[in-house]
């Protein structure tokens, strides 16, 4: 038997790593205080993408990651992603070209598409825009419900999930983490144990002294009652709100950049994005507010992911960020090779815990 890892947090990412441990062979225990699927996981727009103004090498992590969403529905039973693609024209005038040309330089495959050519991809749009840019090769995923089918295989792999059991503080002796102790004062064991839980991953390293400096902005999105037909093939980012609808049949929406800060307004903004959504789509007069949900973004201080040992801990590994619907399957791949074989993938580089921008 390989080694015993805890992972505490079983949202998307907690899930993706804890697969690909037990998959390496470890002896895996996912500890979550709530009924696994996470906390921004359920509150995410959960769009799959490397779009929108990333330095190149961020880029190219994200669109590994997307391939790594590919191999997961091949490995992991009800893991199921829908490539519908993405249509934007939410970008200035003036940033149109550049923001074009970078990322078909970079490889992405992008085309801009004129007001007919968006009305074939969404003929749902009640006035398709002059122009816009389709990336087909983006995707939508229910994270909740990945997740779950990842700690699914993960306990057919032999895997244990506990459920409703909140980690109170790390446990460490001599400069090494040796496992967890939950509310209840019970001690878990292990040889290595990950952080994948959110925006508790700070306040849970500073248990031990371990400083990772987060930023967590809320993002609220508008889930419409359910729609009787399909209304949207795939994302729409438009200027108005970014919307798509759910396997479910839900119209999801938020505003600036997938949810925005509703600043105690909640039903008012959620008003107004069904207003948005009703001049949009046609078809979707006749919806109104199902629910709404405010999620925060666990995200480190610099805006890039924290992947990795925190320096001066033995058997400490933390996996936190923002995006972390569609970076999962790498953070997860990744993850379990530095921890099992001790191979640091070179693009693992940028996003060192330790780095300074973070303390
Ligand atoms: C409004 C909004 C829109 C977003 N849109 C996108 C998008 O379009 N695309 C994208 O890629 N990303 C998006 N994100 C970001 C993405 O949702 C997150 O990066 C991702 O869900 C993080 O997953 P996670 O597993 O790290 O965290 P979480 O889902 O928060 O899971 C952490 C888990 O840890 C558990 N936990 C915490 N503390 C403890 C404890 N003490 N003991 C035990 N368990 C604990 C929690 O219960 C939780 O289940 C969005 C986020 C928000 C809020």
Not at 144 to 149: C, F, I, N, P, S
Not at 239 to 248: A, D, F, G, L
Not at 291 to 297: A, C, D, E, P, Q
Request: charged share 20%; hydrophobic share 40%; net charge negative.
């Amino acid at each position: 038997m390989g080694k015993t890892v805890l992972v505490v947090g079983a949202g998307i990412v907690g899930a993706s790593v804890a697969w690909h441990l037990a998959k390496a062979g470890c002896k895996v225990t996912v500890v979550d205080t709530g009924d696994g699927g996470g906390l921004a996981t359920r509150h995410s727009f959960a769009w799959i993408n490397a779009n929108w103004g990333n330095p190149e090498f961020y880029f190219h992590f994200r669109r590994r990651s997307m391939a790594g969403w590919r191999r997961l529905e091949r490995e992991v039973p009800d893991v199921s992603v829908n490539w519908c693609g993405g249509l934007t024209w939410d970008i200035s005038a003036e940033d149109f070209d550049t923001f074009e040309a970078e990322h078909t330089r970079w490889g992405y495959g992008m085309r801009r598409v004129d007001s007919a050519g968006a009305q074939r991809i969404e003929p749902g749009l009640k006035t398709p825009p002059d122009r816009a840019l389709f990336v087909a090769e983006e995707g939508m995923v229910e994270p909740v419900e990945a997740a779950r089918a990842m700690l699914a295989a993960t306990a057919a792999a032999g895997g244990t999930l506990l459920t409703g059991t909140r980690i109170a503080a790390l446990s460490a002796r001599d400069g090494k983490v040796t496992g967890a102790v939950t509310a209840d004062g019970d001690t878990i064991l292990a040889d290595e144990t990950v952080i994948a839980a959110g925006t508790a991953t700070q306040g849970m390293l500073e248990t031990i002294g371990v400083r990772l400096g987060m930023i967590t902005s809320p993002g609220l999105i508008m889930h419409s009652t359910v729609a009787s037909q399909r209304l949207l093939n795939g994302m729409v980012f438009a200027p108005q709100c970014n919307v798509r609808q759910t396997r479910e049949g839900r119209l999801i929406a938020g505003s600036d950049f997938a949810g925005a800060d509703p600043k105690g307004e909640e039903d008012r903004m959620a008003r107004e994005l069904l207003a948005r959504i009703k001049a949009l789509v046609r078809g979707a007069e006749d919806l109104d507010v199902g629910f709404v949900t405010v999620g925060h973004r666990p995200t480190p201080a610099d805006g890039f992911p924290a992947i990795g040992r925190p320096p001066g801990v033995e058997g400490l590994y933390v996996t936190v960020m923002h995006s972390g619907v569609t970076l999962a399957p790498i953070v997860g791949e990744l993850a379990a090779r530095e921890i099992v074989e001790g191979l640091r993938d070179p693009d693992l580089a940028p996003y060192d815990p330790g780095r300074p921008e973070l303390g």
